[in-house]
C-alpha cells in the first residue's frame, strides 16, 4: 500500500503538491493551536473544513472525472452522518477507545452511504442524460424527510425505531437518539482535526489512485466519448458505477465525521442547498481538478463563516466572491497568466536540478 502511495506521489506532480498542501495546513493549525494562537472559532471551523474537502473531492470523482451531474451529494453525506451516530451510540459499551469508536462509526457511514448509492446507480446509470441529477436530488429531499419523522431509541433490548414518538416503547432509561424533527440530539462528540486530517488522505489516496488506474483512464474514456468506449469494450455502466459508489462512500464518512463533530444534528442540513454548496467548490476548484478542489473547499468555506460580523451583507458578499472567482478561474487571459508564472517558477528548480548534476 505504502509503495503504491509513493509510486503516485512520484507519477504525478499535482497529487505531491495536493498531499504537501494538506500535511502543511495540518502541522500549522496544529503548531498554532499547541501555541494557543487560534481563537475558539476559528479551531471550530476545522473539522467541518476537513469534511467539506473530503465531500468536495469525492464529488469531483463523480462531477470531473466521471463527466456525471450529481445534485444529491448531501443525502449520501446525510445517511452516513446519522448511521455514523447511531453505530457510536450502539457500539459505545463494546469499544471503550473514542478513537477507534470514531473509526467505526466513518467505516459504517461509509459503507451504508455506498450501498445507497449502489441502489440507486444500478437502475440509473444504465440510462445517459440528467437522469443521475434528477434522481439524486429527489434521494436527497427524500432523505430529509423521511430522517424528519424517524424516531430512534436505544436500551438494554436493543434499537427502537417508529415514525412518530408514540410508536417507541423502550425502557425509560433508554436513551432517545434520533427525535423526528428536531434530528439527533444528545451527541457525543468524537471528532477531532486529526481524524479529519487522516480522512483527507484517505480519500486522497483513494480517488488520485484511482483516477491513474486502469479503471481510472477508463472512466475518463467514458466521460470523453460514450460511443467510442462502448465500441472497443468498455463495459460503460460498470465504470460509472464505480465511480459513483466509491464518491457515495467517502461522503458517508465525511457525513459521520461531521455529525459526530456537534452535539445535535437535524435533517434539514443535508438538503438541497448544502448539495449546490459542495458543487460550487468542485466548480470554482475546476472540473477533475483535486487539487482546486482541496483548496476552494477549505477557502469558500471560511469566508462566509469569516463575515458573520457583516449580518445582512455576508452573503451579499459572499456571492461578488464567487463571482469574481469564476471570472478569474474561467478567464483564459488569467488562465494563460498563472500558466506563465508556474512555469517561470517551475524553470527554475529544474536549472537547479541540472547544475547539481554537473
Request: charged share 15%; net charge positive; hydrophobic share 55%.
Amino acid at each position: 500500500m505504502m509503495k503504491r502511495f509513493f509510486d503516485c506521489v512520484n507519477r504525478n506532480r499535482s497529487a505531491a503538491m495536493t498531499y504537501g498542501l494538506v500535511i502543511v495546513f495540518y502541522i500549522v493549525m496544529q503548531t498554532l493551536a499547541s501555541q494557543r494562537m487560534l481563537t475558539r472559532s476559528v479551531t471550530g471551523y476545522l473539522v467541518p473544513i476537513c469534511v467539506y474537502i473530503v465531500l468536495a473531492v469525492s464529488l469531483n470523482l463523480v462531477v470531473g472525472i466521471s463527466g456525471e451531474l450529481s445534485l444529491g451529494h448531501a443525502g449520501f453525506m446525510g445517511v452516513g452522518a446519522f448511521a455514523g451516530i447511531v453505530a457510536a451510540a450502539c457500539l459505545r459499551s463494546f469499544i471503550p477507545n473514542d478513537f477507534l469508536l470514531l473509526l467505526a462509526a466513518l467505516v459504517v457511514g461509509g459503507i451504508l452511504a455506498g450501498f445507497a448509492g449502489l441502489l440507486i446507480g444500478i437502475p440509473v446509470l444504465r440510462l445517459r442524460g440528467d437522469y443521475l441529477a434528477i434522481v439524486t436530488l429527489a434521494f436527497g429531499e427524500i432523505l430529509k424527510n423521511i430522517v424528519g419523522n424517524l424516531y430512534i431509541g436505544l436500551d438494554a433490548k436493543g434499537l427502537h425505531f417508529a415514525l412518530n414518538a408514540e410508536g417507541i416503547h423502550m425502557d425509560p432509561a433508554g436513551k432517545m437518539i434520533l427525535s423526528g424533527a428536531l434530528g439527533a440530539t444528545g451527541i457525543q462528540k468524537l471528532s477531532t482535526f486529526f481524524m479529519g486530517f487522516l480522512l483527507i488522505l484517505f480519500t486522497l489516496f483513494v480517488v488520485l489512485n484511482l483516477i491513474n488506474s486502469k479503471e481510472g483512464r477508463a472512466i475518463k474514456a467514458v466521460r470523453d466519448n460514450y460511443i467510442a468506449a462502448e465500441s472497443v469494450g468498455i463495459n460503460t455502466t460498470a465504470f460509472r458505477m464505480k465511480a459513483f459508489v466509491v464518491s457515495a462512500f467517502l461522503a458517508g464518512m465525511a457525513g459521520a465525521l461531521y455529525g459526530l463533530n456537534y452535539s445535535a444534528v437535524a435533517a434539514s442540513k443535508f438538503g438541497f442547498t448544502t448539495s449546490i454548496d459542495i458543487l460550487v467548490f468542485v466548480v470554482l476548484g475546476g472540473m477533475g481538478n483535486i487539487l482546486g478542489s482541496v483548496i476552494s473547499a477549505a477557502v469558500l468555506y471560511v469566508i462566509p463563516e469569516a463575515m458573520r460580523g457583516l449580518a445582512d451583507y455576508r452573503m451579499i458578499l459572499y456571492a461578488v466572491v464567487l463571482i469574481v472567482v469564476m471570472l478569474c478561474t474561467w478567464s483564459p487571459a488569467v488562465k494563460n497568466r498563472i500558466a506563465m508564472v508556474t512555469e517561470k517558477f517551475t524553470s527554475k528548480f529544474r536549472r537547479k536540478e541540472a547544475a547539481c548534476h554537473e
